[in-house]
């Protein structure tokens, strides 16, 4: 119902003050700020103390929402700003037909280009944001969808892992995003690729979609600057829109949303020390004989590690949940060795069970697996990259407690120490049951896997409360062997570090994906790379190495056992620093690793640097991730000291063709930083 009438339109350019209700985390409004909304020439403009979010469309065109801060657009609608899809067809809104202020709350209605089909759309605003909700009357919609104009905020970060037109997320992670071209038409909570409905700017705005529908999201990814926004289902479209000061401060009213993490699921140890892992060594061309070589190679030279972890083909088939006796005729002995070398003993295991595997027909006899989302009345299958299978469904508590006898049944008898999860927890070709929901699904992998150690290999669970208060080791999706994988995986890192993911890895140091292995350059600048983020997950040996793919020997010489022991041991000497931002992580829930914007948000020559980062608030990094013998370095105001050159400089600074030959690894302590000291004796 409209508050006023047409008598009192000349009153409409008045501002209307009201008191705001009490604040929620969720963004309501608050008691102690004061807002007003008028009207003038077709514009109704919101006002309130920190921001101001103007609507127009009133006379004509399309309907557009622009917010400003301090008079200046930090964030502002794009080309069919409210669109909505019926049938096979896109709509979109047109003219702003009515608007009212009642109760804290500015409700909108706009015409559309069909015929009939209105959008209400309402702004809920508190001091450092608005609720943005809207739904679409007199039409079924399927799809719900905003667009924004990229160039408006600035450059975009957040996501989390990108699906991009140049092989995103395996070999490429734009950063910032508008620098690439985003395209995720699967982005949801039972993605494998870790994200999060969650970007931000550098202008300090950001945007939450909350939603636990699948959602097409695309940035730039037609060339054409626009950011689209869409949620796969004509339910109320609900988002916030925060307003900051600083990138940083837009982070935390995020995490103020979704949660921080309440402990750490690494141990100390698992910080100081790298995780070896089989997979990127061998494949699935593995066997006990040669995992027990791997580990003595290791050992022998010097090349530290917490944990020995067998990868991927060790069961007699998938799911069976036993060792194949022809490559394992005597596992125990096996772990046995392992832990007589001085490391723990892992596994990896998976929820997908394969159609020949024997535990198949008993889980499905039993309704132990996730049903069909077609056909409710069998079992859901799906393919992955070893067959087709059906998951064990973690909403049946029968079904959780077989699997979870069948996991420490394996622990127990071969004196396993901890496991690496891997594949999802569910799949959309799957039903929930009873209501269970996607994130639910999450939630119940997160409740899983918390139960074990997963030895700093972490796990892939996102998009709910749970995922972002277990905290977890989060590993990154498989990267190639490539400098352009280095590369991603240090953007990578720093995107799910500022999604809310704060105990990051790269992949496997020098990548997989069932590539050739890397170069010497390329493993030994992944290691230098890695030893500067909080934890190390290696594959690849510098010793004694066969590339799985080509069955020739790689050429590592003993320079690269060297440089990779050296980072190790930088890494381990670094460890009680590292530890200091696991603690301030779990009283703030800040990243660790974060890009140089989050601790100097007005030096802008940072907001594109995508080959340096902060560790804590001390330690710039600033490896060589690439071939040259040279790189440049930019320094943030400051007073830093070189750590490679021993001599201090005053930022900002800008280093040209600062000598990076392979023995050097640049990074630079901010001598007025808490922590500096601790870092500096771990660097010098």
């Avoid at 809207?134 to 975009?156: I, K, M, N, Q």
Wanted: proline content about 5%; charged content about 25%.
């Amino acid at each position: 119902m409209r508050i006023f009438s047409r008598k009192l339109g000349r009153l409409l350019a008045c501002a209307l003050t009201v008191a705001l209700l009490p604040s929620t985390a969720q963004g309501s409004p608050e008691s102690d700020a004061t807002t007003t909304v008028s009207e003038s020439r077709g514009t109704v403009t919101l006002d309130t103390p920190g921001y101001s979010v103007s609507i127009s469309g009133r006379t004509g065109g399309q309907l557009a929402l622009t917010t400003r801060r301090s008079g200046r657009t930090v964030l502002a609608t794009g080309p069919e700003a409210l669109r909505f899809r019926t049938g096979d067809t896109w709509q979109h809104t047109t003219r702003l037909t009515d608007w009212s202020w009642r109760g804290g709350v500015l409700t909108l209605t706009a015409d559309t280009t069909l015929a009939g089909a209105r959008i209400e759309a309402r702004l809920t605003p508190a001091p450092d944001r608005y609720r943005l909700d809207w739904d679409v009357t007199g039409a079924e919609a399927t799809e719900l969808g905003l667009t924004y104009d990229l160039s408006s905020a600035g450059h975009w970060y957040g996501h989390g892992e990108t699906a991009t037109t140049s092989d995103g997320p395996y070999t490429d992670q734009p950063w910032p995003l508008d620098a690439g071209r985003v395209e995720a038409e699967d982005f949801s909570a039972a993605s494998y690729q870790m994200v999060d409905p969650f970007w931000f700017t550098a202008s300090s705005a950001g945007l939450y979609v909350d939603t636990g529908d699948t959602m097409d999201v695309s940035l730039n990814a037609a060339g054409d600057g626009l950011g689209r926004f869409t949620v796969e289902s004509g339910s109320t479209y609900r988002a916030t829109v925060f307003v900051e000061s600083t990138p940083r401060a837009v982070y935390r009213d995020y995490i103020g949303i979704v949660g921080k993490p309440r402990q750490s699921d690494a141990t100390y140890e698992q910080y100081a020390k790298p995780l070896w892992n089989s997979w990127a060594q061998f494949y699935t061309k593995v066997d006990q004989e040669k995992i027990l070589d791997y580990a003595t190679d290791l050992h022998d030279n010097g090349l530290e590690g917490h944990t020995v972890q067998l990868d991927d083909k060790w069961e007699s088939n998938y799911g069976n949940m036993t060792f194949d006796p022809k490559a394992y005729p005597d596992p125990r002995a096996m772990s046995d060795r392992i832990h007589d070398l001085g490391y723990d003993f892992g596994l990896w295991v998976t929820l997908w069970i394969n159609l020949d595997s024997t535990n198949y027909r008993y889980a499905a006899d039993r309704d132990y697996l996730l049903r069909d989302a077609a056909d409710p009345t069998k079992p859901c299958t799906v393919t992955w990259w070893n067959g087709t299978a059906g998951i064990v469904d973690l909403a049946n508590p029968e079904a959780r407690a077989w699997y979870q006898g069948n996991l420490r049944k394996l622990m127990d008898t071969y004196r396993v120490d901890g496991l690496k999860f891997d594949t999802r927890f569910f799949d959309d070709h799957c039903a929930g049951r009873d209501g269970h929901t996607r994130t639910d699904y999450q939630r119940l992998g997160s409740e899983l896997a918390d139960a074990y150690d997963l030895q700093g290999a972490g796990i892939r669970v996102h998009w709910s409360r749970a995922a972002h208060e277990s905290g977890f080791v989060t590993r990154q999706i498989d990267k190639g062997t490539g400098w352009n994988s280095l590369k991603a995986s240090v953007t990578q890192n720093l995107a799910l570090s500022t999604i809310g993911y704060p105990f990051v890895e790269t992949d496997m140091i020098g990548g997989s994906l069932s590539q050739p292995a890397p170069t010497k350059e390329v493993l030994v600048r992944w290691a230098q790379s890695a030893s500067y983020m909080p934890l190390m997950y290696a594959s690849i040996s510098p010793v004694d190495t066969i590339d799985p793919t080509t069955g020739q020997k790689v050429d590592y010489d003993e320079e690269t056992v060297a440089l990779y022991r050296e980072s190790i041991a930088r890494h381990e000497r670094l460890a009680p620093y590292i530890w200091d931002q696991v603690q301030h992580t779990l009283e703030t829930g800040d990243p660790i690793m974060r890009p140089l914007f989050f601790d100097f948000p007005q030096d802008e020559a940072g907001y594109t640097i995508d080959d340096e980062w902060m560790l804590g608030p001390a330690v710039l990094a600033a490896p060589n991730l690439t071939a040259s013998a040279s790189r440049d370095i930019h320094l943030p105001p400051g007073t830093w000291y070189d750590v490679s050159r021993g001599r201090t400089i005053k930022g900002p600074a800008t280093l040209e063709s600062y000598p990076t030959p392979l023995a050097v690894t640049p990074a630079f302590v901010n001598l007025r930083a808490k922590g500096a000291d601790r870092a500096l004796r771990a660097l010098r």
